[in-house]
């Protein structure tokens, strides 16, 4: 059978069918029972354009194994050219139950299963069932723009579920729409997958006191992972005096990059980045500031620098204005200027941000 399976793989230098079907043939006179060889028959038969007998044979070996790949592969794309969506997306549950790998050799089929509500209905109906292949799903069809659409209408449909979209499953279709610069859906979609709870912490700059327990979905908070400091987030109800919001302990070590960021969605017209922070022996070798960028990679819209020191409460503001030219989405990012990570530039102490905020100014 490996040696069958090889020759049908052999792109290089087209197998003797003939030779390999009276090949085939004679290894089933030593066991009538073995699946694989009703499959390597039938896929024999199939390229030969015998096709009804192919399927037959498909079939036999389906009887026999439930979970026989080539046979499953093989009526996984007959049942997708004959319609019968539900049939297919059944096959494709028994399938990458088995053989969790082979999703790609599959997933083209599933754009076209999706496009027809019979279809679309099995595949909800499975992924809200738990099938295990759901996280390859929502990661395939997050490459193509009709997939996106796709996944979106999926999770959509999953909110309010028993089995609601994970923060994941969101950011990575989040993050293909902004990919491809469709910037509308990708916000539309993360407003209509917030909480009512969530929903309370929503305005330009999303989650402005940095409340915990959301966060890591584009347009809301992601923390950088990173050497160098510590950010963590304290709610305002039951935070001790004066520390509630992020936290930015540094470890007396250089910083170089983001520490934290946010897309952020503003029309064009005038604003004002405002900041409440809080420092204990705040010592800032190199500028620490919030910046406001076009997410095309156009330059800096607006720069809002941190100031040293230990201080309680103290308020920074700027101005700035979102041109009529095209800047659709924007990246709130909290970075260091440090260019080189030299010991010379070590950054101490603790920040303490209770508020960041975004207000439209009247022209």
């Not at 087209?14 to 009703?38: C, E, H, S, V």
């Not at 209408?153 to 279709?173: F, H, M, Q, W, Y």
């Amino acid at each position: 059978m490996a040696e069958i399976t090889s020759d049908l793989k052999d792109t290089s230098d087209p197998p003797d069918l003939d030779a390999l079907l009276a090949k085939t043939q004679g290894a089933l006179a030593f066991d009538l029972a073995d699946a694989r060889l009703y499959s390597l028959i039938g896929e024999i038969k199939y390229r030969q354009g015998e096709k009804a007998e192919a399927y037959q044979l498909f079939d036999q070996a389906r009887k026999l194994s439930k979970t026989e790949i080539l046979a499953l592969q093989r009526l996984i794309s007959h049942s997708i050219e004959k319609n019968d969506l539900s049939k297919a997306v059944g096959e494709i549950d028994v399938l990458l139950r088995r053989w969790p790998d082979q999703f790609q050799a599959i997933g083209q089929g599933i754009p076209t299963i999706l496009s027809q509500a019979e279809g679309y209905q099995a595949v909800l109906t499975a992924i809200m069932a738990g099938a295990p292949w759901r996280p390859s799903l929502f990661a395939g069809l997050s490459d193509t723009s009709e997939g996106l659409d796709a996944a979106n209408r999926l999770l959509l449909d999953l909110i309010g579920s028993a089995t609601p979209p994970t923060k994941g499953e969101l950011s990575g279709v989040i993050n293909g729409y902004i990919s491809q610069k469709k910037y509308e859906s990708a916000y539309r979609l993360f407003l209509f997958s917030l909480t009512d709870e969530e929903r309370k912490l929503g305005g330009y700059v999303f989650n402005s006191t940095f409340e915990p327990g959301t966060g890591g979905k584009p347009f809301d908070w992601q923390v950088r992972d990173q050497s160098g400091l510590e950010v963590t987030f304290a709610a305002s109800k039951g935070a001790v005096e004066g520390e509630a919001g992020a936290m930015v302990r540094f470890l007396n070590t250089p910083v170089k990059g983001i520490a934290l960021r946010q897309y952020i969605e503003l029309p064009p017209g005038l604003y004002k980045i405002s900041l409440a922070a809080s420092a204990r022996n705040l010592k800032l070798p190199k500028e620490l500031f919030w910046s406001i960028r076009c997410v095309d990679g156009s330059g800096e819209i607006a720069r809002l620098s941190i100031s040293e020191g230990t201080y309680n409460r103290q308020n920074l503001t700027q101005n700035f204005v979102i041109g009529s030219s095209a800047c659709p989405m924007q990246l709130l990012r909290l970075e260091t200027a440090t260019i080189a990570e030299s010991w010379r530039f070590r950054y101490i102490g603790t920040l303490v941000m209770h508020k960041l905020s975004i207000e439209r100014l009247s022209s």
